[in-house]
């Protein structure tokens, strides 16, 4: 069983930075792919990016290459997710997953946090 905490999320204006952090309980953290996902209001929910267990591998949504990172530190329990030059398309709930597989479709995911609001203002 894992536990997933999302914190980070807030207002910013477009061009702004945000970090989000996702914190996880339990001593198999490691042992997880984990992936960010965001839903905006009316829309399903979309892929934006996911890390390999040991951090060596990532894949990014179209949408936010270049411009978002995500990064893990298995000794905290916890992954990021740095975004950086932030559009209004951005503004979404957004959630972070753990799941045994490297994948982008939401279904390969176990576990899942209760989400954090992001706002781009124009």
């Known amino acids: 069983q894992v536990q997933l905490v999302e914190s980070g999320g807030g207002l910013v204006q477009a061009g702004g930075s945000l970090r989000l952090s996702c914190a996880a309980s339990g001593r198999t953290f490691s042992t997880y792919t984990m992936g960010w996902f965001r839903q905006a209001p009316g829309k399903e929910r979309e892929f934006v990016a996911r890390?390999?267990?040991?951090?060596?591998?990532?894949y990014y949504a179209n949408s936010v290459k270049g411009r978002i990172t995500i990064s893990r530190d298995n000794a905290k329990n916890t992954v990021y997710l740095q975004m950086n030059s932030l559009k209004p398309e951005d503004t979404a709930v957004y959630y972070c997953?753990?799941?045994?597989?490297?994948?982008?479709?939401?279904?390969?995911?176990?576990?899942w946090g209760q989400g954090t609001q992001v706002t781009v203002s124009s």
């Open positions: 890390i390999s267990w040991s951090g060596g591998s990532t």
């Open positions: 997953a753990a799941g045994r597989r490297l994948s982008s479709l939401s279904t390969e995911y176990d576990y």
